[in-house]
């Protein structure tokens, strides 16, 4: 093959393939999966005005934001509590007796070989609906931003956030 064209085309395709990871559309974006009961973000979050951080407990301070066991669901909906008579809650505290986790269905799910980290970017004062858009107005669970590439590395370039490539590929 000849040499020349190999030091052309290269970078070419480099380049080519990197615009196309920044400008390409996320496969994920309006991914909302059913779940084994419906969990309704507006009643809880928005109606009801209880905060993201006391079922998301982790985002202050670890990489995960994580999904609350059912134990912080009855502190309300125990046994004679809120919405005692709905079939959800029924359901709900019947697992919660019979000591059965439920399975929630991830939304999010970033690939392994990149790296994410709720806690400093609360702590820099970004807002969850930066990436998770109004979920105190959501019904359900759905992922509204493409959380691609592209959408990590503008951010940080507007924040002067570290960009390098190992911020988030270790
Ligand atoms: C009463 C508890 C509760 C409160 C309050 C709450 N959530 Fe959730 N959240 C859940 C549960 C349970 C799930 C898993 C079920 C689902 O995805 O619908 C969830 C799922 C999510 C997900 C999707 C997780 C995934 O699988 O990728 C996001 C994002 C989220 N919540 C953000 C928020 C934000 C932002 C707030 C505050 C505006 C908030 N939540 C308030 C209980 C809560
Ligand atoms: C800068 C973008 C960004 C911000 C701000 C953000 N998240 Fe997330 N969130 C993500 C990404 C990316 C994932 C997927 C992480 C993964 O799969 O490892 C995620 C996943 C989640 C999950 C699923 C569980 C987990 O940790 O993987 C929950 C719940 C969640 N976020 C809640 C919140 C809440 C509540 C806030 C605000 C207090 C918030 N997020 C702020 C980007 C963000
Ligand atoms: C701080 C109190 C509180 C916590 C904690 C809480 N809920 Fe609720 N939940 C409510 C309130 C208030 C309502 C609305 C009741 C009504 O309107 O009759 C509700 C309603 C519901 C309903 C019925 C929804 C409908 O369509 O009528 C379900 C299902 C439910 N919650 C599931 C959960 C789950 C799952 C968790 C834990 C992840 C949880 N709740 C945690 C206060 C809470
Ligand atoms: C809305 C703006 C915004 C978005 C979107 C955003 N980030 Fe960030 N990110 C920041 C800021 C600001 C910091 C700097 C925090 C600090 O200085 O502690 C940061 C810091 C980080 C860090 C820690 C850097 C280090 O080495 O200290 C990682 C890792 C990271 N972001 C990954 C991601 C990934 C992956 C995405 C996309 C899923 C993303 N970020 C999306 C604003 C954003
Ligand atoms: C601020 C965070 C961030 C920085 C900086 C970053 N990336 Fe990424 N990169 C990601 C995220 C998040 C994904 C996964 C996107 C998705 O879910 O499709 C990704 C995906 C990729 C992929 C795609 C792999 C595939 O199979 O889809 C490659 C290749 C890649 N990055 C290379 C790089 C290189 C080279 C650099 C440095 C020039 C870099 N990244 C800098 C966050 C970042």
């Known amino acids: 093959m000849n040499q020349k064209i190999l030091k052309i085309s290269v970078p070419l395709l480099l380049v080519a393939a990197v615009a196309y990871l920044i400008f390409s559309p996320s496969r994920y974006v309006g991914y909302s999966p059913d779940q084994p009961i419906p969990f309704n973000h507006k009643i809880h979050a928005g109606d009801n005005g209880i905060d993201c951080r006391y079922c998301h407990t982790g985002v202050d301070n670890s990489a995960h934001a994580?999904?609350?066991?059912?134990?912080?669901?009855?502190?309300?909906?125990?046994?004679?509590?809120?919405?005692?008579?709905?079939?959800?809650?029924?359901?709900?505290?019947?697992?919660?007796?019979?000591?059965?986790p439920v399975s929630w269905v991830k939304v999010h799910d970033m690939p392994d070989f990149a790296y994410f980290n709720h806690s400093r970017h609360i702590n820099r004062g970004v807002d969850c609906s930066q990436c998770h858009g109004n979920m105190a107005e959501n019904t359900r669970a759905e992922q509204v931003k493409s959380l691609n590439m592209g959408f990590c590395v503008d951010c940080h370039r507007e924040n002067n956030a570290p960009n390098d490539c190992s911020t988030c590929h270790r």
């Open 66 to 100: 994580t999904v609350p066991p059912s134990s912080t669901c009855m502190n309300c909906h125990g046994l004679g509590g809120v919405a005692a008579k709905q079939e959800h809650v029924k359901w709900l505290v019947n697992q919660y007796n019979s000591n059965k």
